[in-house]
């Protein structure tokens, strides 16, 4: 199963914020990273944090890392129907491989 | 600058068939991988490449192989298919630490 989780689904109005959390497992990850896959695409990296921060703001987006919890948050301001997607965090723990753990994904959907 | 292309995107295949699915990048990166994408799953990492000549397998390897004779190209080969291998596929490039560029995806079902 995985060890990175993240609710399935969350359902919000437009211009609502929305809070997508995730919740991981190494402790000694160095980077973690949102991605939003929209349907039939690839992958589209939204933001990362390093393991050395609390927060991070990018534009309408807000990181929050919580490290001795293990909790990672991701904060849409103002959300848009565009903004309806699927929205993974992932971490780096095999940092020879240097292979990305996903969660499963949270799919937002943005109602009108 | 077309940064990550896969090909075909959607390929059927009969069980026991062989079939390579291709991964070309432009920007010069030297780490590619190829990931596994499967319902209601995050993504798993088949095999990956630190450079040209170099591969190694990931978490899920079993069924397929990689080679990577140019920084260019890195492609995935399916030995014998199998329905389990009823797939989305990604192949991805890494510069630095900074995140993965990640291709559309190829949509692979075997029956």
């Known amino acids: 199963g995985e060890d990175v989780e993240q609710s399935l689904f969350l359902s919000v109005r437009e211009g609502d914020s929305s809070v997508i959390n995730c919740t991981y497992t190494d402790s000694s990850s160095t980077y973690l990273y949102w991605y939003k896959q929209e349907p039939g695409a690839g992958l589209q990296l939204l933001t990362y944090i390093f393991s050395n921060m609390d927060m991070k703001q990018d534009q309408r987006l807000t990181v929050l890392l919580n490290k001795k919890d293990k909790h990672l948050s991701l904060r849409i301001a103002d959300t848009q129907t565009g903004d309806s997607a699927i929205y993974f965090c992932?971490?780096?723990?095999?940092?020879?491989?240097?292979?990305?753990?996903f969660g499963s994904g949270t799919r937002l959907q943005v109602q009108p | 600058n077309a940064g990550v292309t896969q090909t075909p995107k959607f390929q059927v295949l009969k069980t026991g068939q062989s079939m390579t699915l291709q991964c070309a990048q432009d920007m010069n990166h030297e780490y590619m991988s190829w990931y596994r994408q499967d319902p209601g799953m995050g993504l798993r990492l088949i095999h990956y490449s630190v450079g040209a000549g170099i591969t190694d397998q990931g978490e899920v390897p079993n069924g397929y192989n990689v080679s990577r004779s140019t920084t260019e190209d890195f492609p995935l080969r399916l030995l014998s298919a199998a329905p389990s291998q009823t797939s989305v596929y990604f192949c991805a490039t890494l510069q630095g630490s900074y995140g993965y560029t990640f291709g559309s995806g190829t949509r692979l079902t075997v029956v």
């Open positions: 992932a971490e780096i723990r095999d940092t020879g491989r240097r292979a990305l753990t």
